[in-house]
């Protein structure tokens, strides 16, 4: 009896190996095909450029990261280890820790300014995700898919730029007003800003560079010379955040 | 599997024994299912420090797994007699660990329902991916093992020749094991405590430091509770390798230390800051870095002292020191003074949660149990054969 119990563990232990064994293996020859499909040029790369002489954000405006938690159901928690941000406000030595010097205005230090995902070219989230939630579209806008997420937050250790929020508890009573064109978040899962991919489907701006009176929140796609980020870019001194560590920002600071 | 029934005799202290790790087995339980319900907002972790006390203790835990094979090795490569009698011990403490460290990464899902999705959407890229593999291959391997061994063992024969490349594979699986873990932290642009080449190796000398510092212990306990002698040799030569890793990790610490603050470029020094004498006034792991540090010094006073370690019982207490060292550094050390401060330089300081401890505390209490069960098995087969 205890042999035919080993038995069937030996067999059934085998047989998920060599189940596991051919998915891995799948995978493998399916990433290299999907290299050679990207070889062809494709059609936009979304961008953000953020003029900080024009954006109000340290005079206490809070228009863009309104629009987005309206737009994206972004949950307000009081206590801040449970926060979930898309788009919010930091001071600037924090954003850009590595730029000011000791002589720089104490003014514009503690300037606040807006950060978000960067959606980076080599995003290092995409790359740790263990279940492929998350993802690159060829348009450079980095997707995360609320049910396959398994909530292990890999990704908010991998991200530089502190973009990722996690569920702590159940967003849904903390929406301030449902917005039903979107959908909510469960508890366990990773989410932060999409570019509005809903929004530029339709052919409109995203919520935040929509909402922005000063008009410093400007998008678009680099792959066209005559884009205004384009033009932006070609006209005016532009940092990014942490573009040393190779992630290919694309969130551009106007200063 | 093989002898399982000889488990289930044992005295009062056994059942007493068993019965106080099935409470705080049950406790834990509880506090499981109320994480399940409220969410992992019911531990200290946050928005900066988004991996705590479960993901310390799987990563100090896949290190104590990996240990088997220093007494693997030295039997099966090298034909070293005198680890004939702990090699199981070795193996099935291996088994133990690497059921706690799964248990450790599934109680930190934020999703428990949807870890399959990790083998339904294998992703080569993620080395989460392949810690999986290599973990659970390993847990395979080491079952396998164990049990073909002691079977073999029980019916007083020699084991089937088909196990001995099984046996060879698992000495690099073993290494693997905890470089993947390693690799896990050393691959992330923006966290700078991690983002050292020498994270692997240094996994790899505290390992084998904490992982026989733990066996040395059990041969020990198992010596006074049953009729089982490892021999003086065995422990004698476990603390001979405890003595020469627990060197080589502290020597790799120290060579952190140096390129760090020698170099003096702030992101690198901001965690060795937070860990060792606080950041912005937040302090919580200072007290205990430093217990890690004085720790170490004072085992390896011990340990290099031929005289001292010769004494068992400075040997046990040496012992009990390196692992309580490398707990506390290679645990929440490591992984909170990682995400501290986060990449936009804030200081969130982290304490874990009553709930958070009870479930830890549950999960060890499994892997105590497992260990409990499965040496009681070896030690029986062992005493029907004297």
Known sequence: MSMDRRRFLEVAGLSALVVAGKRGFDALTDGGRAEGATERRPAARWAMVIDLRKCVNDRGCTDCIAACDRAHNVPHFDERAHEVKWIWREPFEKAFADHGSPYTEDAFKSKSLPVLCNHCDNPPCVRVCPVKATWKRDDG?????????????YCMAACPYGARSFNWLDPRPRVKELNPDFPTRTKGVVEMCNFCEERLAKGRAPACVEACGEQALVFGNLHDPGSEVRRLLRTRHAIRRKPELGTGPNVYYLV | MVALEKALVGNRRYWTWIGALLVVIALGVLSYLRQLQFGLGITGLSRDVTWGLYIAQFTFLVGVAASAVVVVLPYYLHNYRAFGKITILGEFLAISAVTMCLLFIFVDMGQPGRVLNVLLYPTPDSIMFWDMVVLSGYLLLNAVIGGITLGAERKDVPPPRWILPVIILSIPWAVSIHTVTAFLYSGLPGRHLWLTALLAPRFLASAFASGPAL???LTMVVRRLARFDPGQEAIQKLSLIVTYTMIINVFFVLMEVFTVFYSQIPEPMSHFQFLFVGLDGHAPLVPWMWASMALA??????????????NERLLAVACVMVFASLWIDKGMGLIVGGFVPSP?????????????????????????LMLTVLYKMALAVREELA
């Open chain 2, 297 to 310: 010094v004072i085992s390896l006073v011990l340990l290099i002292t031929p005289r001292y370690r010769a």
């Open chain 1, 141 to 153: 806008i980095v997707m995360m898919d609320y049910h396959r997420c398994i909530g292990c937050r």
């Open chain 2, 215 to 217: 066996l040395i212990l």
């Open chain 2, 344 to 368: 936009l330089g804030h200081v969130t300081p982290y304490v874990p949660t009553l709930p958070e401890v009870s479930i830890t505390l549950a999960i060890w209490a499994v892997g105590v």
